[in-house]
């Protein structure tokens, strides 16, 4: 069982910027591959980035692109999300996801997400 623990959502102006951070415990953190996920009021919960077990390799939305970057930290058990030039369409819960498949394929399907964090609010003022 792996516990996951999000921080680092606040408040921001459009433009600005924010890291979250996300603490596993509980398991072997190099056995995961690990994704943030948001969710919107009214809309469902959709893919942000993902980064492999090893840190090599790297996905993201389309609309993030160039503007956010995943990355994990093996010897703090972290995963964070660098996240610039936020957008009112940024607002959202942002989630932590942990996945325990030895491969990528549908990796921003949310069913392919073992654990998951309690997220933290992005608000993105405009």
């Known amino acids: 069982q792996v516990r996951l623990v999000e921080s680092g959502g606040g408040l921001v102006q459009t433009g600005g910027s924010l890291r979250l951070s996300c603490a596993a415990a509980g398991g072997t953190f190099s056995d995961y591959a690990m994704g943030w996920f948001r969710q919107a009021p009214g809309k469902e919960r959709e893919f942000v980035a993902r980064i492999s077990r090893g840190g090599g390799v790297t996905y993201y939305l389309d609309s993030v692109k160039g503007r956010f970057t995943i990355s994990r930290d093996s010897a703090k058990n972290t995963v964070d999300l660098q996240m610039n030039s936020l957008k009112p369409e940024d607002t959202a819960v942002y989630y932590c996801?942990?996945?325990?498949?030895?491969?990528?394929?549908?990796?921003?399907?949310?069913?392919?997400?073992?654990?998951w964090g309690q997220g933290t609010q992005v608000t993105v003022s405009s």
């Open positions: 996801a942990a996945d325990r498949r030895r491969y990528d394929s549908n990796y921003n399907a949310v069913k392919n997400y073992d654990f």
